[in-house]
T-cell receptor
Framework: AQSVTQPDIHITVSEGASLELRCNYSYGATPYLFWYVQSPGQGLQLLLKYFSGDTLVQGIKGFEAEFKRSQSSFNLRKPSVHWSDAAEYFCAVGPYNDYKLSFGAGTTVTVRA | DAGITQSPRYKITETGRQVTLMCHQTWSHSYMFWYRQDLGHGLRLIYYSAAADITDKGEVPDGYVVSRSKTENFPLTLESATRSQTSVYFC???????????FGPGTRLTVT
């Protein structure tokens, strides 16, 4: 069965600094990978997705993620964070021919002025 | 374009009571899902539906019942609520041709 690990429960970053959130997955074949963001009191919004092709994918709000097959990772990055990026971020994986997604436990990002 | 809506947004109920959480989507997506979100667990799948009248269990189905008589609606019923069902519940949907899911705003349920 697939699984997703987000090693960092909480990250604090200064406004304007770079951000990287880690995501590792366990699955035998190439998965479909997603990053979602959840602002306080809101539902989950899709930031970006990887299905195939270029391993560096661009998403909304200035985020990007890189798929590294050798490391079973799909880390999320942003070069310069804004206070509005304070939220919880979830990585998710969905194997081919399986409609279900498995979510990581989430990483909470705090942005300090 | 309302997208996917959930009602109520907040609910307090007592142990043993039946409660139904509603989910409605306007996209005619074939797949719909119910998740619960608990601290430290991320999102866990309760039930899903591939189409009207087709439903199946997810990871944590015990104590929940679903139905899907119409494509756009996917209600979740707690037949006899327990304190362990205190959680935030999210409904999601997707098309049959893609894997990304689109989420509703959630329902915060407290069972006292």
């Amino acid at each position: 069965a697939q699984s997703v690990t987000q090693p960092d429960i909480h990250i604090t970053v200064s406004e304007g600094a770079s951000l990287e959130l880690r995501c590792n997955y366990s699955y035998g074949a190439t998965p479909y990978l997603f990053w979602y963001v959840q602002s306080p009191g809101q539902g989950l919004q899709l930031l970006l997705k990887y299905f195939s092709g270029d391993t560096l994918v661009q998403g909304i709000k200035g985020f990007e993620a890189e798929f590294k097959r050798s490391q079973s990772s799909f880390n999320l990055r942003k070069p310069s964070v804004h206070w509005s990026d304070a939220a919880e971020y979830f990585c998710a994986v969905g194997p081919y021919n399986d409609y279900k997604l498995s979510f990581g436990a989430g990483t909470t990002v705090t942005v300090r002025a | 374009d309302a997208g996917i809506t959930q009602s109520p947004r907040y609910k307090i109920t007592e142990t043993g009571r039946q409660v139904t959480l509603m989910c409605h989507q306007t996209w005619s997506h074939s797949y719909m899902f119910w998740y619960r979100q608990d601290l430290g667990h991320g999102l866990r799948l309760i039930y899903y539906s591939a189409a009207a009248d087709i439903t199946d269990k997810g990871e944590v189905p015990d104590g929940y019942v679903v139905s899907r008589s119409k494509t756009e609606n996917f209600p979740l019923t707690l037949e006899s609520a327990t304190r362990s069902q205190t959680s935030v519940y999210f409904c999601a949907s997707r098309t049959s041709g893609s894997y990304e899911q689109y989420f509703g705003p959630g329902t915060r349920l407290t069972v006292t």
